[in-house]
């Protein structure tokens, strides 16, 4: 079932954020939220994930399972890489779980305590914890920032690969990091609200 999100508003105190946004997202498609920071894009995953209440109109078809990555990567730092991603995606799924992290550049980093890691390994540890989970919907706020190019390049791979069937909305304000998804992107563009 499609995300569809109808006249959604949402204010913080005096500041508006959204006003009357609309948007429909594809169910098992991967859609890209874009545009400039404060334009609402972290708060339209949060209304999506429920950790905020739209103040009017109506969000509807979000799947009850969900996985994120935020802009903070949410780690258990005194847990290894491997352990932070097995907390979503249960012991059963070990090997799996090391294959991803080999995939994306982190196989000799897998039993390091996460507070040992670069900005970088942990944000790439927050992908695979995400990836890994047994959910319908994934967001990713802002997943690649402290990557260099090779690493954005796996990370996207990985998403395409792991996101089989699930609804992915990525969020970025780069339209190089949109753009490493192709064609299997359907690009939303937000473009903030005047105050």
Known sequence: MDILLENVNKS???RRVLRDFSARLPAGEIT??????????????RL???LERPDGGRIAGVPERKAAVFQEDRLCPGATALQN???SAGREKTAEARALLERLGLGESADVPARELSGGMRRRTALARALLAEAELLTLDEPFTGLDADSRAAAA???REYSGGKTVVFVTHLREEAAL???KVSPILLTGLPN
């Open 157 to 159: 791979d990985a998403v």
């Open 32 to 45: 890209c939220l874009m545009g400039p920071s404060g334009c609402g894009k972290t708060t339209l995953l």
């Open 12 to 14: 913080f105190g005096d």
């Open 181 to 183: 998804f192709g064609e």
């Open 85 to 87: 991603v097995l907390l």
């Open 48 to 50: 999506m994930l429920g």
